[in-house]
């Protein structure tokens, strides 16, 4: 359901815009005189979202309430905006969940949703985006990774981590595939960022969260909104972040999977 249509041509798709780090990549587009369409599962917070960010910005913004770990949720939201002639130019796949837990004794239905919205509607709309992107040789891509992407594991978050490994090695290929044909792919790898996530993926209380400082959302999206603008296929936002991915990657990894093991623990102190 829509509140408005537009057929701008500089129209920027952003799912998970009603809080965090869309919310804010949702300013920063607008702000930089983007029309928006906003997508998360809450219709009443995105119809107060869209309102406000009209208001702020004075630019049109339609909002789609989806629940992307449905199967075919992208499929549909897709197939709504082209029946609507919105032309989409800007992708950001920011919707995304995390999953704290012994994997034995988690949900099987919370899992599969989680890689639903984390790899499968990403890859999706990804897909679906760049025939018309190809098409008029413009595009921007942004998928919000992690910095864990970078992990070899996460002991007690090994599905959440693997789909952000799965989305910065989808995002850097396809990145290199598309070279020259005026379409980029930019991956934005975050480190710990403040806003619902950690309560919302049970992780609070880990070492992780009491002993790494988190940055703002306003930071991290602006970072990613300068490197998607610039066409850079990754982006890791902050000097912690920096380090962390870099020490994920370190050789033996296994030193690094032990250290993932320590901080995903939930704090005795
Ligand atoms: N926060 C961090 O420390 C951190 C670090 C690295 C990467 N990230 C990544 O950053 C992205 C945004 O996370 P955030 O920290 O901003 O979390 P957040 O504040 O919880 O925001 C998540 C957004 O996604 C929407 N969403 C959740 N489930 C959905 C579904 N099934 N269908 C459609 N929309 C859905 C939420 O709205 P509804 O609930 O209304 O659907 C909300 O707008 C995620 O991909 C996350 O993995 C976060």
Request: net charge positive; proline share 4%.
């Amino acid at each position: 359901m829509t509140s408005r249509t537009t057929e701008d041509s500089c129209t920027a798709l952003i799912t998970g815009a009603s809080s965090g780090i869309g919310l804010e990549l949702a300013r920063t587009l607008a702000a930089n005189g983007h029309s928006l369409v906003i997508v998360a599962r809450d219709e009443a917070r995105l119809k107060a979202v869209a309102a406000q960010l009209e208001s702020d910005y004075g630019v049109p913004v339609t909002w789609h309430a989806k629940d992307l770990s449905e199967p075919r949720a992208a499929d549909d939201l897709w197939s709504d905006l082209s029946k609507a002639n919105i032309i989409i130019d800007v992708l950001v796949n920011n919707a995304g969940v995390g999953l704290y837990g012994d994997f034995q004794d988690e949900s099987l239905d919370a899992v599969r949703r989680m890689q639903m919205i984390n790899v499968v509607a990403l890859t999706t709309l990804t897909r679906l985006a760049l025939p018309g992107m190809l098409a008029r040789h413009r595009g921007r891509i942004l998928n919000v990774a992690s910095m864990v992407g970078y992990q070899p594991g996460g002991p007690r978050m090994a599905v959440y981590y693997a789909t952000k490994s799965y989305v910065l090695s989808f995002s850097k290929g396809i990145a290199r595939e598309l070279d020259g044909s005026g379409v980029s792919v930019t991956a934005l790898c975050p480190g710990l960022t403040k806003s619902a996530f950690e309560e919302k993926s049970g992780a609070q209380e880990t070492r992780l969260y009491r002993l790494v400082p988190q940055m703002t959302a306003s930071a991290v999206a602006m970072a990613g909104y300068r490197a998607m603008m610039r066409g850079r296929r990754v982006v890791i936002p902050g000097v912690i972040s920096k380090i962390l991915a870099f020490a994920g990657e370190l050789p033996p990894r296994t030193i690094a999977l032990e250290v993932n093991r320590f901080l995903l623990n939930r704090a005795a102190w």
